[in-house]
Structure formats: structure tokens, C-alpha cells
T-cell receptor, first 118, second 109 residues
Framework: DTEVTQTPKHLVMGMTNKKSLKCEQHMGHRAMYWYKQKAKKPPELMFVYSYEKLSINESVPSRFSPECPNSSLLNLHLHALQPEDSALYLC?????????????????FGPGTRLTVT | DQQVKQNSPSLSVQEGRISILNCDYTNSMFDYFLWYKKYPAEGPTFLISISSIKDKNEDGRFTVFLNKSAKHLSLHIVPSQPGDSAVYFCAATGNQFYFGTGTSLTVIP
């Protein structure tokens, strides 16, 4: 099973709402990532979890709150978002993160959640 | 500050011919490079990679070339097929992970 699943596929939320994005993988990977992708732009790294601990936070606003309940699950909690936060949110996983094992950098991506903030 | 750039946003190639996608980077500390392919409404999928200690890696129709002195890598697809039509991202990593800006490849039957 080389699949990373994300739910929901689409999400429309108001600026005062609280919602969560979910990501799941069953490949035994110990690194999981959240990316944000705007139209015609490359994916931008937001967060990296390594062994369920937050390793990288790319100066993401606090209205985005990641959570890694276990090695297979990754959540992104959303609160008080702005319309400019509308984007495709991608989850990815890899075997590990930040080692000299280069195969660890081969990331498997989910299909993404298309988020629209109104 | 875009550390990984793909200067051609789009490329069209006839089926059966060679597709060459280019990527430039600025950070000499990058030591591993990857290419991802992305279809609409899907996440990127890993295609091929190369370590900085090599200058070429081949996998079937796909070959990646690395020129460290020029900080340049390229992806060659031979022969190109219509199913190769997608957006291709190069990526580079050292202690961080950066995607390039993407090139949309169209293979014309």
C-alpha cells in the first residue's frame, strides 16, 4: 500500500469557522509533511513531523495548527483563516526525515484538500 | 527567494521525440535532487532522483543529468508519450526541501 489519503477532498469554510484536514498513510513512514500549493506555484512546505514530533515549522501563522496523533495520522487544524489561505493543501510522507539515507527524501503525496475560505 | 527554478513554464513535444526539462538551483549545499510528476487533481508522484555524487541516473525512458558546477539538472524523457503530459517539478534537498516552479509538458500525439 503506497497510498496517502486525505480528507476531505474539498472544503469551504468561513473566516470564523474551525475545521480540520486529515491525512493517513500505512506505509510505516516516520516522516509526514504538510504543504500548501497555490495555483501555478510549487508546493510550499509548511510543517514536517518526524517520529510524531514537529521538526520544522516554516513560520506558518498560528491559525494553522498541526497535530500528529500517531505515526500514521496527521491533522491540520484550521481556525480564523483568511481568504488568501485558499489553496490546495497537500500531505506527504517519507520513510524518515533529515538523514543521510537519500531514499528517505522520496515523498509520497496525497491528492490534496482543495480549501476555499469565504 | 526561489532556490529552485524551472525557467520554462511550459513545453510541447511531439510523441516519440525527446522531452528535456530543465531546472536550476542556487544553493550549493543541496545534495539530492528529485523529479516529481503531477497530474491535475492529484498529488505529485516521485519519478526519479539523483545524488550529488553522480552526474547521471537512468530509469527506463527517464534520465536525469546533474551538472553541479552549473547548478543545473535536467530530465530527459525518450521517447515521449501522450501519457507523459503533466506538470513536472524538480526538487532539491539538503537540510530543507524545496520544489521548483514546475514545467507543464504536453506531448502531442
Amino acid at each position: 500500500d503506497t497510498e496517502v489519503t486525505q480528507t476531505p477532498k474539498h472544503l469551504v469554510m468561513g473566516m470564523t469557522n474551525k475545521k480540520s484536514l486529515k491525512c493517513e498513510q500505512h506505509m510505516g513512514h516516520r516522516a509526514m509533511y504538510w504543504y500548501k500549493q497555490k495555483a501555478k506555484k510549487p508546493p510550499e512546505l509548511m510543517f514536517v513531523y518526524s517520529y510524531e514530533k514537529l521538526s520544522i515549522n516554516e513560520s506558518v501563522p498560528s491559525r494553522f495548527s498541526p497535530e500528529c496523533p500517531n505515526s500514521s495520522l496527521l491533522n491540520l487544524h484550521l481556525h480564523a483563516l483568511q481568504p488568501e489561505d485558499s489553496a490546495l493543501y497537500l500531505c506527504a510522507s517519507s520513510q524518515v526525515f533529515g538523514t543521510q539515507d537519500y531514499s528517505s527524501y522520496e515523498q509520497y503525496f496525497g491528492p490534496g484538500t482543495r480549501l476555499t475560505v469565504t | 527567494d526561489q532556490q529552485v527554478k524551472q525557467n520554462s513554464p511550459s513545453l510541447s513535444v511531439q510523441e516519440g521525440r525527446i522531452s528535456i526539462l530543465n531546472c536550476d538551483y542556487t544553493n550549493s549545499m543541496f545534495d539530492y535532487f528529485l523529479w516529481y510528476k503531477k497530474y491535475p487533481a492529484e498529488g505529485p508522484t516521485f519519478l526519479i532522483s539523483i545524488s550529488s555524487i553522480k552526474d547521471k541516473n537512468e530509469d527506463g525512458r527517464f534520465t536525469v543529468f546533474l551538472n553541479k558546477s552549473a547548478k543545473h539538472l535536467s530530465l530527459h524523457i525518450v521517447p515521449s508519450q501522450p501519457g507523459d503530459s503533466a506538470v513536472y517539478f524538480c526538487a532539491a534537498t539538503g537540510n530543507q526541501f524545496y520544489f521548483g516552479t514546475g514545467t507543464s509538458l504536453t506531448v502531442i500525439p
